[in-house]
């Protein structure tokens, strides 16, 4: 491979200064595209800021609602990193390894929140997914079948996806070195550079990781279908996948060559300027798609708010993916030497995971309290049995609904709020069976 040159087609008597101010080659032409750049991806930032702070400011499902603002973030960052990559189109490269990293955390957060939406354990999950043992599988596998009651078939999704978010920022990481090298070269497909093998592995992960997706939400839909799942599968779909494909398509069109160069910019460039315009105008379109599939107002309860910033610190934080990156390792091992798999607490933050702590330990001294009552002679039992749970009256049952529920919100907030110590030391002597039950894969 060192023995050979990666030719440099830029034209040395220009650069992006050059290029946006009239005087220079094409200016006017290249003013119209940075304005429209700039604009669409102003517009777009604006729109889904303002729908993540409505997030952070009624966060009140954080098991849901951290994925959906992970998930929205995703639009600005596409379209700003897209307008700097036209406006410095010779440092493009390392711009887009930012937008190529959050598009694998992207694709996690929409893989947990469709497993959140079909419940909140492991246990409910695989009960949820109902049907037919044997169903065929899509294009181009259909001579094959899967058996989506297995119970390894959500770690099978689960790693399917996980090793995109694995691969490609290391693609991506990988193609920063060898570029600083000169051992990328955009200029030429030859397998003497480095371009066309991680373009290889980067064909063969993201197409796993889709067949994985679309298969997964095939097999869930009609489960989900309360959360509307389709339109934001279509808006996470298209922006992600959308955008990788029609960078392949400029590429294998600038390849043909079909698209020329202009005064300045060589093949290479005039790929990168449309496809970062395009870019740029389809995420004011996305921005306002995900405005109703991602819609904060089903997540308002009226007189309660949170504060954003720490809404925004606990949805950010991106240890969860991180667990489930070294779990998903530790499983494989597990599964190829055919032992059980774990049971885990996947998705719960450390704030939550201790609300869900107390509100349990909260209902055994109200149950305890209320065994009380009956040994007192104040709500009549079932004789024998130290169970109250189908004796209580409805009254006094629908009041401890009530209180349960009531005191949860509260709790939750107060977690979020930073009126709660999280470290606090817990109640002792008390049940934690419930806690551990909602473990998720």
Not at 9 to 32: A, E, V
């Amino acid at each position: 491979m060192s023995s050979h040159v990666c030719p440099d087609y830029d034209d040395p008597r220009t650069g992006p200064s050059d290029l946006l101010f009239p005087g220079g080659l094409n200016g006017k032409r290249h003013i119209i595209g940075w304005t429209i750049a700039g604009v669409c991806a102003l517009i777009s930032t604006l729109i889904s800021f303002r729908l993540i702070y409505k997030h952070a400011r009624n966060y009140t499902k954080p098991a849901e609602q951290r994925h959906i603002m992970r998930i929205v973030l995703m639009i600005p960052i596409y379209a700003v990193i897209s307008f700097l990559s036209y406006r410095f189109y010779r440092e493009a490269i390392y711009y887009e390894t930012i937008r190529d990293c959050y598009e694998a955390f992207v694709i996690y957060s929409f893989f947990i929140l469709l497993l959140t939406y079909l419940g909140d354990d492991v246990q409910t999950q695989r009960s949820k997914i109902t049907g037919s043992e044997k169903r065929q599988l899509m294009f181009p596998l259909s001579c094959l079948y899967y058996n989506p009651l297995h119970e390894n078939f959500l770690h099978w999704m689960k790693y399917g996806i996980l090793q995109y978010v694995v691969i490609k920022p290391l693609c991506t990481i990988a193609a920063v070195v060898l570029q600083y090298y000169g051992l990328y070269c955009e200029t030429e497909y030859s397998f003497h550079f480095g371009m066309v093998y991680i373009t290889i592995v980067n064909f063969i992960s993201v197409s796993v990781a889709l067949y994985c997706m679309v298969l997964f939400y095939q097999t869930i839909k009609l489960e989900i279908q309360d959360h509307s799942p389709l339109l934001k599968f279509m808006c996470v779909k298209m922006v992600v996948f959308f955008c990788y494909w029609q960078t392949c398509l400029l590429g294998m069109l600038g390849s043909a060559g079909l698209l020329k160069p202009e005064d300045g910019w060589t093949v290479i460039n005039v790929e990168l300027g449309i496809s970062s315009i395009l870019i740029c105008v389809e995420m004011v379109v996305f921005a306002i798609l995900h405005v109703y599939s991602f819609s904060y107002r089903p997540y308002v309860i009226v007189g309660r708010s949170t504060p954003a910033w720490r809404s925004l610190q606990d949805a950010f934080n991106p240890m969860d993916m991180v667990r489930e990156i070294m779990w998903a390792c530790s499983d494989t091992v597990l599964m190829i030497q055919h032992k059980p798999l774990p049971v885990r607490d996947g998705q719960l933050s450390s704030r939550l995971q201790r609300a869900h702590v107390i509100r349990v330990r909260r209902r055994d001294r109200f149950l305890k309290g209320l065994r009380n009552a009956v040994q007192h002679g104040h709500v009549h039992g079932v004789p024998g049995s130290s169970d109250i749970a189908i004796a209580v009256d409805p009254a006094v049952d629908a009041i401890y609904q009530s209180t349960l529920r009531d005191e949860a919100l509260a709790e939750e907030e107060r977690l979020l709020s930073g009126q709660l110590d999280a470290n606090a030391p817990l109640l002792q002597n008390t049940d934690d069976r419930d806690y551990h039950a909602t473990s998720r894969v």
